[in-house]
Every structure is written in C-alpha cells, then in structure tokens.
C-alpha cells in the first residue's frame, strides 16, 4: 500500500533524526531528468541529487547492470576476490588515467581515503615525521561530515561541539596562488593540498582561469601532492569529464563519487599512480562494502553512458545556454544577479538578503510551478540537472525559472 505525501513526510519527522531540512516534495519516481511525487505530479530534477543522477533518474543500462549483478553476486567482502571488482578497477583506473583504484562508498570515506594515504605517503616518501604531517585546505570548502573533515569545515552549523577536532590541516582562502604558496613554504611537513575544482556546496564559487594548473604546478614545486576533490564536479558536470581537465591537470590524488554510479548505488573511489598507493598495505584501509560486484559493475556502466552519451559535450553545449538566457533575464530584472558556473553546475545569486528565507521561498514556488531546486548557502540557488537533458527540456526549465522568478520581484 502507498503511502500519501502528509503520512509519508510524518513518518520521516518522527522516526528519523533531525539531521536534514527537505523541501516538502516526497518523491516517488524518476526517469531520466524527470521525478514524480507521490501524487503523480511531475518534476524537473535540477537538483540531480546533488550532482549524483548526472546520468538521468533509473538510465536504463545503469539498472540493466544494477539487476543482473544483484541476481548472480552481492557481496564477498573483501575478504575473498570477485569477479566484477578487477575488471572495474581496470576500467576505472584506464578511464581516468591513473595506476590504481583504492574502492570506498560514499564521496566522504572517499575523502577521508585521501586524507590517510596522503599521511602515510608524507610519512614514507617525504621522511615527515608521525603527527608532523599537514594538509592544505580552503576556506569554505565542503567534503563531507565526518568528524575529521568537519575539523577543517567552516560549516560552523556541522562543526561547532563535535570536537574535538583532528589536528594537521592548515587552511588558506580559496583561489589565492599567494596564499597557496605561502603555505607550502611555511613549513617542511606540508604533505598536500586538497581542494575543490569548483566549490559546489559553497555557492559554486568558480576560481580564475589558471589557478588549478597554477596550484598543481607549486604543489610539485614543493613536493606536495596535489589532491582533486570531484566528487561533485566530476564525470562530466562541468563539461569536460573531470573539472581539472578545463587545465589539463592531472591531480596526484583524485577523488570521485556521486555520479560515478549514475546515482544508482553508493559508489566512490580514490585514484593514484603507484609511487603513491602502493604505501597503502593490506590492512590499514578498507570497507566491507568498498568494491563489491554490485558497485563495480554498476559503475562501469554509468561511466560508459558518460561517454556513449557524450554528457560531457552535452553539459558545454547547455551549460552555455542556461547562462546566456538566465544572464538575459537578469539584466532587465531586480530580483537576481550574477549566474555563475560551468558546463550545468550553475548558480544564481538573490538579491534582498543575505539569508536564505527568499531563496526559500523561491524553492518552494518552483516546487509548485514543476522545478525542483534548493538553496545552498543563505541566497544563492544551485541549477545542476541530469546531463541527459535536451535543448527543449532546458528551455521550458529556463522558461519555469524565469516566470517564477519574476513573481518575486518588486
Ligand atoms: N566532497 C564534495 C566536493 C561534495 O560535494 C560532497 C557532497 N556534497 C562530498 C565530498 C561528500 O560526499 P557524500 O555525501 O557522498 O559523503
């Protein structure tokens, strides 16, 4: 039996923890950019489950894969080998350009992954001494809550009395080649530098042209690995497969996620060359669930949607336009300013105040109007829709976007 959208939301606010704040939608159904609510109304997803379903909602192939997997094989552990897992690892590690795959789940043990291996390295190859070793990290950054990662939040909502705080990371402000270097040079136990291509959480803040492939340039200057954080901007969201790619970097560390399954299965990874990973020994990191057969087959698929779809190619072509008509409409309106982003991970800025109640608002009007969106941090409102959409799809979201906006203005 169904349940309706008022039961089904009780329910959540009763039996669940308190740990989010959803938009009143209870969802029930997806196809590709497309979900539908329990009332059978339908959405556009702008959204994409925060740049995770950048394949579409329930891609055919994705779940194709998703079923047989799950009819044949599971879950080993890694305990045992499996049939599925090299052949991924294969894949993977071909697809992006790297030695090895180091298999976890969610984008934040992906992270702490990084955070670990990057230590150990520091420890093995660079001679730091235990506990010495430091990373950089960015102001405002966002990878995850776990309590080492939120020892280096500005979140102060996610960190403020969870410490205490894991000790050894230096944070500088984002985009600033001078403070970046300043930080290498203050200290011989820097052992890396972990950062966003974009930021995404923080209001898709895009750097300068220039700064990743500066950054990475200084990090080899002092012997610092360079560590690329995509889980967001990743598998084609911004238009080239990897954000770095708009600077042809290739990150010493990369750090992948979300739509690495299409959204289908908690799937993450980290990828290194051998110089790096092999101080990794058997043992020190794992995850019951990390690699299994039904994960890595379901992210070979999703990864050759990607590029049978030619999604990345798709998010250029979009991306381009989404701004370009948004940036139209904002020129002769009052209610927003500044449509920033590349490929379809985009945002737009609100202009009567700092805090979130009008983007809100805004939300929850294009909830009703068939758009589904929510705020990021106080007035900015983040665009990223499945990169399977069309031309047309995009310009009725265009059209949904600029009509509701236009009822907020004064
Ligand atoms: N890193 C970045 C850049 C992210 O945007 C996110 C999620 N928004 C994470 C890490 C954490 O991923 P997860 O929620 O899968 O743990």
Redesign the pocket.
Known sequence: EKLNAADAIALENKYGAHNYHPLPVVLAKGEGVYVWDTDGKRYYDFLSA??AVNQGHCHPKIINALINQAQTLTLTSRAFYNDQLGRYEEFVANYFGYDKVLPMN??????ETAIKLCRKWAYERKGIAEQEAQIIVCENN????TTTIISFSNDENARKNFGPYTAGFIKIPYDDIAALEEALSSSQNIAGFLV?PIQ??AGVYVPADGYLAKAKALCEEYNVLFIA?????GIARTGKLLAVNHENVQPDVL?L??ALSGGVY?V?AVLANNEVMNVIKPGQHGSTFGGNPIAAAVAIAALEVVTDENLAENATVLGELFREKMNDYIAQSNIATLVRGKGLLNAIVINDSDDSSTAWDICMALKDNGLLAKPTHGNIIRFAPPLVMNEEQLLDCVSIITKTLKDFEK
């Not at 966002?142 to 809550?145: C, D, V």
């Not at 954080?229 to 901007?233: G, K, M, N, S």
């Open positions: 925060y740049s969610t984008g934040a043990e992906a992270v966002f990878h995850g809550r966003e995404g959480e954080d995509e889980v967001q901007t750090i996620g979300k908690p993450s």
